[in-house]
T-cell receptor, first 113, second 109 residues
Framework: SQTIHQWPATLVQPVGSPLSLECTVE??????LYWYRQAAGRGLQLLFY??????ISSEVPQNLSASRPQDRQFILSSKKLLLSDSGFYLC????????????FGSGTRLTVV | QKEVEQNSGPLSVPEGAIASLNCTYS??????FFWYRQYSGKSPELIMS????GDKEDGRFTAQLNKASQYVSLLIRDSQPSDSATYLC?????????FGAGTTVTVRA
């Protein structure tokens, strides 16, 4: 069966520090991968998605970047964090089929101080 | 206009009652529709999917889809305190899933 791992679970970082969040999927190949952010009390905002190795699509221009160095690995990065980057970051995977939903990782709660 | 809109909450229902959640979407090209449940502090969990007009039942959950009206709903029968959560409607077109803001449901014991 497929599983998705996301770490760390919680992170407190100072303003201006770098960020690296990692997500890996097991049990499937060539998944579509997604990064979402959920601010406190808000909906899910799609940040990046990838349909293949090295392919990244950005939905919202901001202080973040994403990379997919391997088929089942998705990384979210920032060179310098802002206070507004605080939130609940969720990685998700899906297959390239219309009727396939997303499966989310357990999330990373990021607080920028 | 938001891509996916859900009825504003919070929704409070007594234990054993039916909770009714509604969702409308703007993109007529949308083809797949999903309901997620999100407990406080946790990630969303897929509970229902529907692709064709009509009803789909799974245990105490029933999803309804009307593509002509661009409308999706979720009924939770015999609501339990464990159903207290935020329910997210999601609409898929090609690769991307667009989410509504969610409706928070509280089941009163």
């Amino acid at each position: 069966s497929q599983t998705i791992h996301q770490w760390p679970a919680t992170l407190v970082q100072p303003v201006g520090s770098p960020l690296s969040l990692e997500c890996t999927v097991e049990g499937t190949s060539n998944p579509n991968l997604y990064w979402y952010r959920q601010a406190a009390g808000r909906g899910l905002q799609l940040l990046f998605y990838s349909v293949g190795i090295g392919q990244i699509s950005s939905e919202v221009p901001q202080n973040l970047s994403a990379s997919r160095p391997q088929d089942r690995q998705f990384i979210l990065s920032s060179k310098k964090l802002l206070l507004s980057d605080s939130g609940f970051y969720l990685c998700a995977w899906s297959l390239d089929r219309q009727n396939y939903g997303y499966t989310f990782g357990s999330g990373t709660r990021l607080t920028v101080v | 206009q938001k891509e996916v809109e859900q009825n504003s909450g919070p929704l409070s229902v007594p234990e054993g009652a039916i909770a009714s959640l509604n969702c409308t979407y703007s993109d007529r090209g949308s083809q797949s529709f999903f309901w997620y449940r999100q407990y406080s502090g946790k990630s969303p969990e897929l509970i229902m999917s529907i692709y064709s007009n009509g009803d789909k039942e799974d245990g105490r959950f029933t999803a309804q889809l009307n593509k002509a009206s661009q409308y999706v709903s979720l009924l939770i029968r015999d609501s339990q305190p464990s159903d207290s959560a935020t329910y997210l409607c999601a609409v898929k077109r090609v690769y991307k899933l667009s989410f509504g803001a969610g409706t928070t449901v509280t089941v009163r014991a």
